[in-house]
Nanobody, 127 residues
Framework: QLQLVESGGGSVQAGGSLRLSCAAYGFTYGGKCVAWFRQAPGKGREGVAFLYTGAFTTYYADSVKGRFTISLDNSKNTVYLQMNSLKPEDSAMYYC????????????????????WGQGTQVTVSS
């Protein structure tokens, strides 16, 4: 019933763009903390973009700032991650996540702050 479903991953050349989507089912994004994380093989899960839908505040990791944009389409109940100027080091499995308890983590928080996760979508950036 309660699901986050990611899509939009794929393979792209360095410098290209992708837009990831995360559709929510069984709940609405309103008043939630929403995030995109990524995890490359052998690496920890890294938060890259965060959206606090109530205040509509966003935060980005320094590694993606200026290149990635998180947004929300309320009519589609879908969160997006627009990724531009992609680099090979952006290659990872990307996950969307949501926090349901009151209050959003300061400056986005960490993966442990988010309890509801999508299945992930793979992004591969080639040189």
């Amino acid at each position: 019933q309660l699901q986050l479903v990611e899509s939009g991953g794929g393979s792209v050349q360095a410098g290209g763009s992708l837009r990831l989507s995360c559709a929510a089912y069984g709940f609405t994004y309103g008043g939630k903390c929403v995030a995109w994380f990524r995890q490359a093989p052998g690496k920890g899960r890294e938060g890259v973009a965060f959206l606090y839908t109530g205040a509509f505040t966003t935060y980005y990791a320094d590694s993606v700032k200026g290149r990635f944009t998180i947004s929300l389409d309320n009519s589609k109940n879908t969160v997006y991650l627009q990724m531009n100027s992609l680099k090979p080091e952006d290659s990872a499995m990307y996950y969307c996540a949501a926090k349901f308890s009151s209050g959003c983590p300061q400056y986005g928080g960490t993966s442990s702050d988010y309890k509801f996760w999508g299945q992930g979508t793979q992004v591969t950036v080639s040189s």
